[in-house]
Each structure stands twice: as C-alpha cells, then as structure tokens.
C-alpha cells in the first residue's frame, strides 16, 4: 500500500507541474473599469459570455445597484449600464423585491416581493445564491434558509414561483448547479449556509432532497457542483471536495489564509478558481475520475491582487483559459489570461 | 443586511472620537478640571440609558449624513465647542480609524473585540468616577448579550454592513500613512504575512481521502504570503487580553493627532451623487434620528467663559483654510428633508436640537423650528 501511495503521489506531482507549465503563464491584461466600487459580498461577479455576439457581460453588486458593463472581445467596445433595485413603496408595506431581467439588463421580466416583518427584527432579510438549473429554473436562496424554486417557460415571460424548499436552518450563502452539463449526474444542484452545511438536490416538477452533508458551524461562503463533486469554500479559508450523493469527504485543503469569498469551475478543463479575503486567487486542477470514485485535486497558481479583498472570481470561459477578478471598494474587473 | 450594526458602529465611531478629543485636549493645554469635565460628559451622554435602550433596537443603519449628525451632538454634550472644519476632520479622523479596524481583523467576530478594546479605553477615562463607570458597565453587558452567541456568518453579515457603510471613503489620514498603513492612493495595506485568524490554518496542505475515510495523501503548495500560526484567541469577557490591538487608542504624546491636513486623493474620492429625488426613506430615517436623539440629553453650553473652542488644526487660519478646501465629494450631504410633509418628525427634531448651535455660527433666518432645523442639517 505504501508503495501504491509513492506512485498516486509522483503522478499527481508530474501531472501538477504538467498543467503548472501552462498556467504559470496567466498574465494581467488591461482592467476594466466600472461606474460604482464592489460591495463585500460573496460571490459578488459574474460573468456571461456571448459566443455569437463575441462579448462578455460582467456585472458586479455596488450596495443595492447592479453594475453590468458589455465588453467586446476585440477590447475596443466597452457599454455600462446600471441596474436600480426597485424602492419598496413605503405607503403600501415594506418589502424586499427581487427582481430579474433580460441576460442584458435591458428588461425587467419578472420581480418577486419578500415579505418583511413591519417592525425591523434582529433577523435581517436578504436573498443570496442564486442559480439556474437546466433552462427550466431558476433557484434563489433566502435568509431564513427556504430556497425559492421559480419555473422558466421556455417561451414567453410567465414565471412563476413553483416551490419553496425549507430543508436549511440558516440563512443561505450560495446555490449552484451540476456545471459539466452532463445528463447522467444524479444531483443537479446544492445550496450552502451559514452553518456550513450543504444541501444536495434533484430538480424536477417536484425538487428531491438527495442528501444532507452536516457542516460545523463556519460559513460555506461559495460552492460548486462539478461532475458529481461538491467543492465547497469556508470561512476558515478551506477549500472541501466532497462527493455529492454519498457525502464522503476526498479531499480538504487549507487554502486561504481570510474568509473565501468566490469559487469557480472551468467545466471543460477542471480547473479551480478560489479567491479570499487574503487578496490571494489560486487556480487548481481537479480530476474526478467516476469509474475509480476518486477526486484529486493539485493546486496550479497564486495570483496576489495587492491590497484588496477579493469579493469575486470567474473564470471567463469554459476552459479556464482566462479568469476575472474585482474586490471590495475597487472600480474596475482585472482580467488574466493565459499567454 | 445586518439589522444589529449600529450599536457597533456607535460605540466604536464614539471610541475614536473620545481618543481624539483627549489629545487634543491635552494638546491644547485645557486645564485638567475642564478636560475631565468634557471626557465625563461626553462619556455619559453616549452610555445614556434611554439613549442605548434606542441604539440596541434592531434597525437598518443610518446614512451617512444621520450618523454624523448624531456625532455632532455627542461632541456637543459638553462645554466643548469645535467649528464645522474642526468638526469634519474629527469625523474623517474617526471614520478612517474604524474603517482601518473593521478591514484589517483577522475574522468577522473580532469587531467585536475591537469594540472591547474601545470599552475598555473608554472605562479607564472615567476610572475615577463610579457614577459613570456603572453606565459603562451596563453598556458591556448589553454587548455581550446581544453579540457573543452570534454565528460567524451573522458577524460576517455585520462586517459586510460596515463596509458598505465606509465604501468609497479614501480619505487619506497622516497617522497611518506615516505608519505606512495606507497608501498614497488612500487604500489601506493588507498584508499578506502574520498570524493567521484564530480558527483557520495557515495555508499550504492538500490532504485526500479514500472512500473510508482514511487520509491517502499529503501535498504542500506554496501559499503565496508569510502566514504564521494563529494566536489564542482574545477574551469576550467584561476583562481580559483582547490579543488584537485594533482598536486600541494609536495616539499619544509622542503619536499626536495630525494636525496637517493631508489633503483627500482626488483621483480615488469618487463624486457622490446627490440625488434630487425626495429619498422615501428620509421621513422613517428622521423618525428614528429622533426617537435615538431624544435620550441624548445635552447640557447647555454654560456661560460665556467656562466654554472654550477645540481646534483640529495647528492654527484657526489653517482651519478656515479647511473649510473653504473641503472637496464637494466629501460633503456630508444625504438626507433630503421634506420639510412639509415632515413636519412631525422635524419639531421632534427640532424639540431636540434646539440648544445646540455651533459656536458663534447662526443658521440662516427661518420661519419656523421646522426649517430651522432643515436649514442647520444642510448646513453641515
């Protein structure tokens, strides 16, 4: 057996320092720059690429106003444009509202009020993760733990609200579905919350519970959902791998030396983009391998973004190929890419 | 966000503010008696009961602006007088501090010992006054119980409040530059060495599992920094080592406050934007501003000559100089008052605050409490 660890080891090292070979190759291109500085909240950047239109949407949380800014890929256009959250009426009640739109902002198809106690209680009101599952839902995590369910006809702006799943004590942090775009995954989503515990799920007309991984007590900040593996960021700036339906642990990484704020997956390549309060971004290759049940996963690149806590990390395609970067009380995205 | 900020923002903001006075009292050579006079009032206003009874209901936190009007009544409790560049200097000066304190703890829940190291400051100004201290106490136990059995995740949710509130400011302060804690650009310095957050590894191991449970392999990575180990974690008792020095008081006799002004970085003040509209939540804002600024009970100025004025700067000419200087980006300027729809909850306000002027300065004529207020709030 111990000659069998020796062997699994080496391959790992030679398969790290192969896939070191490129990614120490990341460099820092030209930021771009946004109307309104990043607010501290997990997650807080997204980034949808639009192959046919050839850009890339970025939108980035400011308090309560959504910055998106289109960028083209030849980095000679650059549109911004800003998303107000909808006031509450405070004549009529004073509500949280949610609201979706357009992938470009343009419209707003669709707003769902939260309702809030009349007088402030010492349990605040929030919505945070939020995921589309396949093209049939939309999932949005909530600080009282329920998960609100919203069924997307593909056709026209019907949406509604289908189900509210109460399987979580604390508020959520962050919901996630299977990325691969496999079929044959069982699980196609997992939540997160403050607990650290993580929720595994089937969709359908009816969500199923597949199973409860328990956390211990520390924040699960970020989480993804890759090929049947759950990957799960900590406040204790822990990095874990888990498999979604059974819950065994393959691997735990001590990461990050701050809370992680922001964690993602370049689908095609396996690559790992974890990034923290520490001002640190580390990029890591994982392997799931399902015919021998084993997760392994090698840690590739740092990338220090000086003084500045780092609030969200994408990748910018499907391979890992470039990645972006935005902090608390910065005003612009710093993109890498691979030379 | 968070509904249980304020009292933390309150009492830290508040801990800065008493730190600063104090050595600008000494600074200035106010006689002992009077120099205690103001720290005891100031301190007994801050910790009035009616007046926490209000900070410790769960509320959303005050705008800018709100806030800042509360402070200048809290730096008015006494015979202390200070005009408006002294006045906004004191509030940057505090502002960055806690905004310094509140990025740089290792984890969320140290605010909390921060806040401690500021009680515990505040507890040895009014040692020898027991009156006060019994306030002061009162005040930690309301602290502990409200914030010790919180989870990480609510104190992260405090944090994030916090840093929203102090989002965009980059005022650039001398202390901390000279200390080369914050940059020119006024961004603060994060390291990437020390210890750890208590709880959390230094980072740098991979461990794997087999499908039992046992650990099948140990890889190191290089982790980027010069982390060491975690330190014992501080006390969240009414005594004890707070292990952190956050929130300690910086200033001394050989550390004064600056009285320099070093100017705000142009390049990275981002322009606020007033916005024109009537701001639906100012009249619920103004309601609360009241009920919290009616258990601040405010002695009168005295008479003419147990007053005196405290100055932020080296000279009164430096100090107008700061005022006509003053970038428009700075401005505390927020709240938009409508007078008449308002009504009520400006005459409370008004009911309030109708003692308290800046020395020597007189609002503009108005018709009426009500506008006389408006007109003082937009004057600051």
Redesign the interface.
């Given at each position: 057996s111990m000659a069998a660890d020796d062997a699994e080891v080496i391959l790992l090292l030679t398969i790290a320092s192969n896939v070191r070979e490129i990614c120490s190759m990341y460099h820092k291109e030209k930021s771009i720059q946004i109307k309104n500085s990043a607010s501290a909240l997990y997650n807080n950047l997204s980034v949808l690429r639009i192959a046919p239109r050839r850009l890339t949407y970025f939108t980035v949380v400011h308090a309560n106003v959504v910055n998106m800014v289109s960028a083209s890929w030849d980095g000679l256009n650059y549109s911004h444009r800003q998303l107000q959250s909808k006031e509450p009426n405070v004549a009529t009640s004073t509500s949280l509202i949610m609201q979706m739109y357009e992938s470009d902002g343009s419209i707003m198809v669709y707003w769902h009020a939260l309702d809030t106690p009349e007088t402030p209680t010492a349990q605040a009101v929030f919505a945070r993760g939020i995921s589309a599952v396949w093209e049939n839902y939309i999932c949005v995590g909530i600080s009282s733990g329920a998960i609100l369910v919203f069924d997307v006809p593909s056709k026209g702006s019907n949406i509604t609200l289908s189900e509210v799943l109460e399987e979580h004590k604390e508020s959520i942090t962050d919901v996630a579905s299977e990325c691969s775009g496999s079929q044959e995954c069982i699980a196609d989503l997992v939540s997160a919350d403050d607990g650290g515990n993580l929720c595994v799920w089937k969709s359908g007309e009816e969500f199923q519970l597949l199973n409860k991984i328990p956390g211990f007590d520390m924040t699960c900040s970020s989480v993804k959902l890759w090929k049947g593996t759950v990957v799960a960021g900590y406040g204790t700036g822990q990095i874990r791998l888990y498999e979604a339906v059974t819950g065994i642990l393959h691997a735990e990484v001590s990461a990050h030396a701050r809370w992680i704020y922001s964690l993602d997956i370049a689908p095609f390549s396996g690559l790992l983009l974890s990034a923290a309060e520490d001002s640190l971004v580390r990029v890591w290759h994982l392997t799931v391998t399902p015919e021998t049940n084993s997760v392994e996963i090698a840690h590739l690149h740092n990338e220090c973004v000086t003084d500045t806590q780092i609030c969200g990390a994408k990748f910018c395609d499907g391979d890992g190929y470039a990645f972006a970067v935005t902090g608390y009380d910065l005003s612009e995205i710093i993109r890498y890419t691979q030379s | 966000?968070?509904?249980?900020t304020l009292p933390l923002l309150f009492i830290n903001l508040g801990g800065e503010m008493l730190y600063i006075l104090d050595q600008r009292l000494r600074a200035q050579n106010i006689p002992a008696d009077k120099a205690k006079k103001v720290m005891n009032d100031i301190i007994t206003t801050m910790f009035n009961k009616k007046f926490l009874e209000e900070l410790f209901?769960?509320?959303?936190l005050y705008s800018k602006k709100a806030l800042r009007t509360v402070f200048d009544r809290l730096a008015h409790a006494s015979i202390m007088r200070l005009n408006q560049a002294s006045m906004d200097k004191l509030y940057d000066l505090m502002t960055m501090a806690f905004k310094y304190q509140v990025?740089l703890c290792?984890?969320?829940k140290d605010i909390l010992l921060v806040s401690f190291n500021h009680m515990d400051a505040i507890k040895d100004f009014v040692k020898d006054t027991p009156s006060i201290l019994s306030q002061v106490d009162e005040t930690y136990r309301q602290l502990i119980e409200m914030y010790t059995s919180l989870?990480?995740?609510?104190f992260?949710?405090i944090?994030?409040t916090l840093?929203?509130f102090f989002?965009?400011m980059?005022i650039r302060v001398s202390i901390f530059l000279k200390d080369k804690v914050q940059?020119s650009n006024g961004?603060?310095?994060?390291p990437?060495s020390g210890p750890?957050?208590y709880?959390?590894?230094?980072?740098?191991?991979?461990?794997?599992?087999s499908?039992t449970?046992e650990e099948?392999?140990r890889?190191q990575?290089?982790?980027?920094?010069n982390?060491t180990a975690a330190l014992r974690e501080g006390s969240f008792e009414i005594f004890g080592d707070r292990v952190t020095k956050l929130g300690t008081n910086m200033y001394s006799v050989s550390r004064p406050v600056e009285t320099h002004m070093s100017g705000t970085s142009k390049s990275s003040a981002?322009h606020t934007k007033v916005s024109a509209a009537p701001n639906?939540?100012a009249?619920?804002e103004l309601n609360l501003l009241a009920k919290l600024m009616g258990g601040l009970e405010v002695q009168k100025a005295g008479n003419a000559d147990s007053g005196f004025r405290v100055n932020l700067f080296a000279t009164d000419e430096e100090e107008e100089e700061a005022l006509i200087t003053r970038p428009d980006e700075l401005s505390y300027g927020v709240i938009n008052i409508q007078a008449t729809k308002d009504q009520q909850a400006n005459a409370e306000l008004a009911k309030i605050m109708g003692e308290f002027t800046d020395s020597g300065e007189q609002s503009p004529s108005a018709s009426s409490k009500g506008d006389d207020l408006l007109a003082m709030m937009d004057g600051l």
């Open positions: - | 966000m968070s509904s249980r209901k769960p509320q959303e990025l290792l984890r969320p989870s990480n995740g609510e992260q949710l944090r994030q840093l929203i989002q965009d980059h940059n961004r603060f310095v994060l990437t750890v957050p709880g959390t590894q230094v980072p740098g191991l991979i461990r794997m599992f499908c449970g099948v392999t890889l990575f290089s982790n980027g920094g982390y981002q639906p939540l009249k619920e």
